[in-house]
């Protein structure tokens, strides 16, 4: 089952411009990760927030999470074409045994 | 360097045979898991295993088998049972955690794309 929706499906933007995901999810979570995904490799690891925390930064990432509407988004500032990639959420049942993600968004930064 | 490993990247897969996929992983993570991913889709979980000679069975665990003999390997096959494997299959590891308490998140192998022939 695909815990994690995230919208949108695909981004197009350009050099220099903020890009926002979103990610929503049904049950409730310990946490709810983030992932990029460049074509045919396989996935890293960019930022996890608990289920008691807010907002996390992390150099250009600003990641949120809202528990009360089950929804966290991922802005990248001052995207660059190296940027271009699938990005995932991946959330963390309560059980705490592993990860379910989400269909991904891809973002296309245009130089 | 710690890392996974996937082997081999590519494999072709005649009807009726049964392949095995490798994963190794030299970080001392007590965790390992393998997902699917079929074309722009998310991650689909096959089977994991929280600690050595001990694994369950994930979302799509029809058609596949998997060992953990040894805390850094976990081989993945795929049988003739499993009607539809052509995918990419990634191998992930990560630090067994508490529920609650994880800090990072996992790590992954640069996968293997199976196509059946």
């Known amino acids: 089952s695909q815990q994690g929706e995230e919208d949108p499906q695909a981004l197009s933007i350009q050099e220099g411009e903020n890009a926002t995901m979103n990610c929503s999810y049904k049950?409730?979570?310990?946490?709810l990760q983030w992932y990029r995904q460049n074509s045919g490799r396989g996935l890293v690891h960019l930022i996890l927030?608990?289920?008691?925390?807010r907002e996390k930064h992390s150099g250009r990432l600003r990641v949120t999470l809202d528990t009360s509407k089950k929804s966290s988004s991922l802005l990248i500032t001052a995207s660059r074409a190296a940027d271009t990639a699938s990005y995932f959420c991946?959330?963390?049942?309560?059980?705490?045994?592993?990860?379910?993600f989400g269909e991904g968004t891809q973002l296309t930064v245009n130089p | 360097d710690g890392g996974i490993t996937q082997s081999p990247k590519y494999l072709f897969r005649k009807e009726g045979q049964n392949v095995t996929l490798s994963c190794e992983q030299n970080?001392?993570?007590?965790?390992m898991y393998w997902y699917r991913q079929d074309p722009g889709q998310g991650l689909r979980l096959i089977y994991y295993?929280?600690?050595?000679?001990?694994?369950q069975k994930g979302d799509i665990a029809e058609g596949y088998s998997v060992s953990r003999e040894k805390k850094e390997s976990f081989p993945l096959t795929v049988t003739s049972a499993q009607k539809n494997p052509t995918a990419f299959y990634l191998c992930?590891?990560?630090?067994?955690?508490?529920?609650?308490?994880?800090?990072?998140?996992?790590?992954f192998g640069s996968g293997t794309r199976l196509t059946v022939v």
């Open positions: 927030i608990r289920s008691n925390e």
């Open positions: 049950t409730s979570i310990n946490n």
């Open positions: 992930a590891s990560s630090i067994r955690f508490p529920p609650g308490y994880a800090n990072y998140g996992y790590t």
């Open positions: 991946a959330t963390e049942g309560t059980s705490g045994s592993r990860l379910t």
């Open positions: 970080l001392n993570h007590d965790a």
């Open positions: 295993s929280q600690i050595v000679n001990d694994f």
